[in-house]
């Protein structure tokens, strides 16, 4: 893995060695998030949250377990056991708030991670593989947020249950038959509350495991940067450790800030208040709508209302998950050479308006399905598939793109060539810089 | 890139930050922005730690009110206090003196019968139901049942025999029955815990 510059791992003391020698985690530890991982050394903030995301797992991890220590999955239960961990339990208050605003700067995090990618060309070659695994990671993530809302047993865990797993009745002949085997019954009900807390237990782990893919993944060609010029030598890069540890440590320090902030003075901001309203399966919520998280693929899904063919109903499952499946195809849609947004204007352009496209998604998906809200909706989601089936293979081909830098030292020093002259190249006298090693 | 080269061998030159001391600008911020961070994930574990001490409603049950009325000498009662068996024995003015002429010297665990029950109410002995060798529930309470050879309780998983005040006499427990703490609120209801 990485570059051949890279800085081995060496043993500070008889003991790390011998560990070293049997298990050589310590080294594996080094070469993947310490001083032997080669960086790009011009990378901006925006790199920062894909370590805020492991982070936000983690805490996820950490608050859910001791949460299940309580919780009780029994859907006579289960909503008065959240408010036992709310009332009763030591800090219980602060422990279940944090999972559920925690899920909430998850997917912030993801999504600032995600459009990262897509701004910045990270899905192109050679990083696809990162590209689709990080994908398989947001698909997990929405089904263990889903899965997690409906635990409490509220008003809206109910009902959101109910028209998720809906979703799959609308596919022909089988739909019925699979909604049914779903949910263990005919609607929501202690099956289903019981199989839903198993898996969304398990699959946060599902998820660490493929994030360690992930990484692997990543590890090959190593981490792009906001030029998207390759990494030409030792000049251009910086060790992981301590220079992006400490800007990570940064990052994660104003993460942590933002997260209690809201934790502790606007704990239900981002939840639905008839949540606190527990099951009945004899009377529906005013309106039913998902976790802000999934407004903008809940408008995509509403869009649709005239049969064609299809059912419309149909159609509109077919979308939503058609809006992801499509990201999967992301790198050959756009074969454009050129990696990073900065170097192509027109992009730039279209980029912009589809996250002000998504924006509009999200903002109707969170709101009742009745006019304007379908209208705008259905014209987004024309923009939202546009963007990646029609715009971005044409602006691939026919995009005059900026001239790129020589390499990234010469973007970062500006004008100082011999400093900046790519590795091996003869340059007048000057002799290539090493990477720069942090003071030990 | 000036700052980052700097090592502890420069030290003679005391480049850019660094004291005439040897100590370095960034030393102090490294200690103080480990320390900060230090003393958060201090904070966040508490509550992690503390979320598996008893809940609060199982703290408002930690103690109950016992009426005692109904109990004749000679009688016990098994009661439930903090999810515990606990035994309420009014002893015969008999056992009492049994239990009174014990030389407490030759007990494993020395306790006269006065150590273990409320002043001026000798005849009123509470203890936890539980062996303080593996935690059963020793028998001796309802009519009828084996009280063991000092006529008091008897643990039948593994044979200890406790005494009329609850005391450990033959058997492998270490320690006599626990007594809980209680105050008699009048003449017949016990507040224990």
């Given at each position: 893995?990485?570059?051949?510059?890279?800085?081995?791992?060496?043993?500070?003391?008889?003991?790390m060695r011998w560990i070293d020698q049997r298990l050589p985690l310590p080294r594996l530890v080094?070469?993947?998030?310490?001083?032997?991982?080669?960086?790009?050394?011009?990378?901006?903030?925006?790199?920062?949250?894909?370590?805020?995301?492991?982070?936000?797992?983690?805490?996820?991890?950490?608050t859910g377990i001791v949460l299940a220590m309580h919780y009780n999955a029994n859907a006579d239960t289960a909503f008065a056991s959240v408010e036992h961990i709310m009332r009763n339990v030591n800090q219980g208050w602060f422990?279940?708030?944090a999972h559920a605003n925690g899920a909430s700067f998850?997917?912030?995090v993801t999504y600032i991670h995600i459009f990262r990618g897509l701004y910045y060309g990270s899905y192109k070659a050679p990083r696809e593989m990162v590209w689709l695994l990080g994908l398989v990671i947001f698909l997990l993530m929405m089904a263990t947020a889903f899965m997690g809302y409906v635990l409490p047993w509220g008003q809206m865990s109910f009902w959101g249950a109910k028209v998720i797993t809906g979703l799959f009745g609308a596919i022909p002949l089988v739909g019925e038959a699979l909604q049914t085997w779903l949910l263990g019954s005919f609607a929501p009900d202690q099956?289903?509350?019981?199989?839903f807390f198993s898996l969304h237990y398990l699959l946060p782990f599902v998820i660490a495991g493929v994030i360690i893919l992930h990484i692997w993944a990543l590890h090959i060609p190593g981490s792009s940067n906001p030029t998207g010029v390759d990494v030409k030598g030792p000049q251009d890069t910086v060790p992981f450790h301590p220079y992006y540890t400490a800007k990570d440590g940064f990052a994660l320090a104003i993460f942590m800030l933002l997260l209690a902030a809201v934790i502790f003075y606007a704990p239900n901001y981002l939840g639905h208040a008839d949540n606190y309203i527990p099951a009945n399966p004899l009377a529906t919520p005013a309106e039913i709508v998902p976790e802000w998280y999934f407004w903008p693929f809940y408008a995509i899904l509403r869009a649709f209302t005239v049969d064609f063919i299809l059912p419309a109903k149909l159609w509109g499952v077919i979308a939503m998950f058609g809006s992801i499946v499509l990201l999967f195809f992301l790198s050959w849609l756009d074969p454009s050479p050129v990696r990073s947004g900065n170097y192509r204007p027109t992009f730039r352009i279209f980029f912009w308006i589809l996250i002000v496209d998504?924006?509009?998604?999200g903002y109707c998906g969170g709101k009742p399905a009745e006019q304007p809200y379908v209208m705008i909706s259905q014209l987004a989601t024309i923009y939202y598939f546009a963007h990646f089936l029609i715009i971005l293979p044409i602006l691939s081909h026919v995009e005059r793109t900026l001239p790129l830098p020589n390499s990234i030292s010469e973007s970062v020093l500006h004008g100082e060539a011999e400093e900046a002259a790519p590795y091996g190249t003869p340059s007048r006298g000057a002799q290539p810089q090493p990477q720069p090693q942090p003071a030990h | 890139m000036a700052t980052v080269e700097q090592t502890e061998g420069t030290a003679a030159t005391a480049p850019h930050g660094q004291g005439a001391d040897g100590v370095r600008r960034r030393d102090f911020l490294?200690?103080?922005?480990?320390?900060?961070?230090?003393?958060?994930?201090?904070?966040?574990?508490y509550p992690l730690v503390n979320q598996m001490n008893p809940t609060a409603d199982v703290l408002a049950l930690a103690s109950i009110d016992v009426d005692v009325s109904a109990i004749q000498p000679g009688q016990a009662i098994k009661t439930i206090w903090r999810k515990q068996p606990i035994f309420i024995r009014h002893l015969t003015p008999a056992e009492i003196r049994d239990a009174s002429n014990v030389d407490v010297s030759d007990l494993r665990d020395p306790e006269t019968l006065a150590d273990r029950t409320a002043e001026g109410k000798p005849q009123w002995l509470i203890t936890l139901g539980v062996c303080t060798h593996l935690g059963c529930v020793p028998l001796g309470t309802a009519e009828g049942e084996n009280r063991g050879e000092y006529h008091g309780y008897f643990c039948p998983c593994h044979g200890s025999h406790y005494d009329t005040a609850g005391r450990i006499r033959r058997g492998p427990a270490p320690l006599n029955l626990e007594v809980p703490e209680y105050v008699f609120l009048n003449a017949t209801t016990v507040r224990i815990g």
């Amino acid at each position: 893995m990485g570059f051949p510059w890279a800085q081995e791992y060496q043993p500070k003391s008889g003991f790390m060695r011998w560990i070293d020698q049997r298990l050589p985690l310590p080294r594996l530890v080094y070469g993947a998030v310490g001083g032997g991982y080669p960086v790009p050394r011009n990378l901006n903030h925006f790199w920062n949250f894909g370590v805020l995301a492991g982070v936000a797992l983690a805490i996820q991890i950490v608050t859910g377990i001791v949460l299940a220590m309580h919780y009780n999955a029994n859907a006579d239960t289960a909503f008065a056991s959240v408010e036992h961990i709310m009332r009763n339990v030591n800090q219980g208050w602060f422990l279940r708030y944090a999972h559920a605003n925690g899920a909430s700067f998850f997917f912030i995090v993801t999504y600032i991670h995600i459009f990262r990618g897509l701004y910045y060309g990270s899905y192109k070659a050679p990083r696809e593989m990162v590209w689709l695994l990080g994908l398989v990671i947001f698909l997990l993530m929405m089904a263990t947020a889903f899965m997690g809302y409906v635990l409490p047993w509220g008003q809206m865990s109910f009902w959101g249950a109910k028209v998720i797993t809906g979703l799959f009745g609308a596919i022909p002949l089988v739909g019925e038959a699979l909604q049914t085997w779903l949910l263990g019954s005919f609607a929501p009900d202690q099956s289903t509350l019981t199989r839903f807390f198993s898996l969304h237990y398990l699959l946060p782990f599902v998820i660490a495991g493929v994030i360690i893919l992930h990484i692997w993944a990543l590890h090959i060609p190593g981490s792009s940067n906001p030029t998207g010029v390759d990494v030409k030598g030792p000049q251009d890069t910086v060790p992981f450790h301590p220079y992006y540890t400490a800007k990570d440590g940064f990052a994660l320090a104003i993460f942590m800030l933002l997260l209690a902030a809201v934790i502790f003075y606007a704990p239900n901001y981002l939840g639905h208040a008839d949540n606190y309203i527990p099951a009945n399966p004899l009377a529906t919520p005013a309106e039913i709508v998902p976790e802000w998280y999934f407004w903008p693929f809940y408008a995509i899904l509403r869009a649709f209302t005239v049969d064609f063919i299809l059912p419309a109903k149909l159609w509109g499952v077919i979308a939503m998950f058609g809006s992801i499946v499509l990201l999967f195809f992301l790198s050959w849609l756009d074969p454009s050479p050129v990696r990073s947004g900065n170097y192509r204007p027109t992009f730039r352009i279209f980029f912009w308006i589809l996250i002000v496209d998504v924006i509009v998604l999200g903002y109707c998906g969170g709101k009742p399905a009745e006019q304007p809200y379908v209208m705008i909706s259905q014209l987004a989601t024309i923009y939202y598939f546009a963007h990646f089936l029609i715009i971005l293979p044409i602006l691939s081909h026919v995009e005059r793109t900026l001239p790129l830098p020589n390499s990234i030292s010469e973007s970062v020093l500006h004008g100082e060539a011999e400093e900046a002259a790519p590795y091996g190249t003869p340059s007048r006298g000057a002799q290539p810089q090493p990477q720069p090693q942090p003071a030990h | 890139m000036a700052t980052v080269e700097q090592t502890e061998g420069t030290a003679a030159t005391a480049p850019h930050g660094q004291g005439a001391d040897g100590v370095r600008r960034r030393d102090f911020l490294n200690i103080g922005a480990v320390t900060a961070a230090g003393v958060g994930a201090a904070a966040l574990v508490y509550p992690l730690v503390n979320q598996m001490n008893p809940t609060a409603d199982v703290l408002a049950l930690a103690s109950i009110d016992v009426d005692v009325s109904a109990i004749q000498p000679g009688q016990a009662i098994k009661t439930i206090w903090r999810k515990q068996p606990i035994f309420i024995r009014h002893l015969t003015p008999a056992e009492i003196r049994d239990a009174s002429n014990v030389d407490v010297s030759d007990l494993r665990d020395p306790e006269t019968l006065a150590d273990r029950t409320a002043e001026g109410k000798p005849q009123w002995l509470i203890t936890l139901g539980v062996c303080t060798h593996l935690g059963c529930v020793p028998l001796g309470t309802a009519e009828g049942e084996n009280r063991g050879e000092y006529h008091g309780y008897f643990c039948p998983c593994h044979g200890s025999h406790y005494d009329t005040a609850g005391r450990i006499r033959r058997g492998p427990a270490p320690l006599n029955l626990e007594v809980p703490e209680y105050v008699f609120l009048n003449a017949t209801t016990v507040r224990i815990g």
